[in-house]
């Protein structure tokens, strides 16, 4: 393959979806490498993995900007000097501006511990066990202005146990996470799957 798509993963946190997209980006032929690393808490153990992986990092913390527009202006900033052509979020806990989503809108993408629409925000597996659901899972979807509301690409879906607790069931769900994240960001790289007219479409 003679072009992988240069790929920016958000984080905020431990960064284990970040280490599945770097191991799935070691295959040769994966059309997407990890080409940069942008991270909002300097403390976050995501930076590590980077780092360990020979990735490059950048820290764009949020609070040394005023407003959202701000501090998406700058990650923009960097995104550009980089070359970069998708986005991938994982972990990034901080909603973006709306000329930021609209701008990277069909090239950015973003997954969640819940079965969308079901249970968006935070505290997801909190609120999986609360409505008591006996089916809960993870969710690819393209990132658009409203919250967790973009369109799907990709699902996967584990079982709800009576005596699960948040812990278990994340667990759970994590596993399939490192799976579906890597997976969804081959067809968005290599062009089998677009955003066009607000749906996915599998070309």
């Given at each position: 393959?003679?072009?992988k798509?240069r790929?920016?993963?958000?984080i ?5 979806n ?13 059309p997407?490498?990890?080409?940069l690393?942008?991270?909002?808490v300097e ?6 993995v980077?780092?360990?992986?020979g990735v490059?990092?950048?820290?764009i913390?949020?609070?040394?900007f ?6 998406d202006?700058?990650i ?12 991938c ?7 973006h501006s709306?000329d930021f989503?609209?701008?990277w ?9 819940s079965?969308?629409?079901a249970f968006k925000?935070?505290?997801?597996h ?5 409505a ?8 690819v979807?393209f990132v ?5 509301s973009?369109p799907?690409?990709?699902q996967a879906?584990?079982p ?5 607790s948040?812990e278990?069931?994340q667990e759970?769900?994590?596993a399939?996470e490192h799976k579906?994240?890597?997976?969804a960001?081959?067809k968005v ?5 677009v ?6 479409v599998?070309?």
């Amino acid at each position: 393959m003679t072009h992988k798509v240069r790929t920016a993963v958000l984080i905020s946190g431990r960064g284990s979806n970040l280490a599945a997209l770097i191991e799935a980006c070691r295959d040769r032929a994966f059309p997407a490498e990890i080409s940069l690393v942008i991270c909002n808490v300097e403390t976050a153990q995501g930076l590590s993995v980077a780092a360990a992986a020979g990735v490059p990092t950048r820290i764009i913390s949020h609070k040394v900007f005023e407003t959202r527009e701000e501090f998406d202006a700058a990650i923009d900033s960097a995104l550009t000097a980089a070359k970069i052509e998708l986005i991938c979020e994982a972990g990034f806990m901080r909603i973006h501006s709306d000329d930021f989503a609209r701008k990277w809108q069909g090239r950015m993408l973003n997954i969640h511990p819940s079965l969308l629409p079901a249970f968006k925000g935070i505290r997801v597996h909190r609120q999986a066990l609360d409505a008591g659901v006996r089916v809960s899972g993870c969710t690819v979807h393209f990132v658009v202005p409203e919250l967790d509301s973009g369109p799907i690409i990709a699902q996967a879906a584990v079982p709800v146990y009576p005596d699960d607790s948040v812990e278990t069931l994340q667990e759970r769900i994590l596993a399939e996470e490192h799976k579906l994240y890597p997976a969804a960001l081959k067809k968005v790289a290599e062009g089998s799957v677009v955003l066009r007219d607000g749906k996915v479409v599998y070309l």
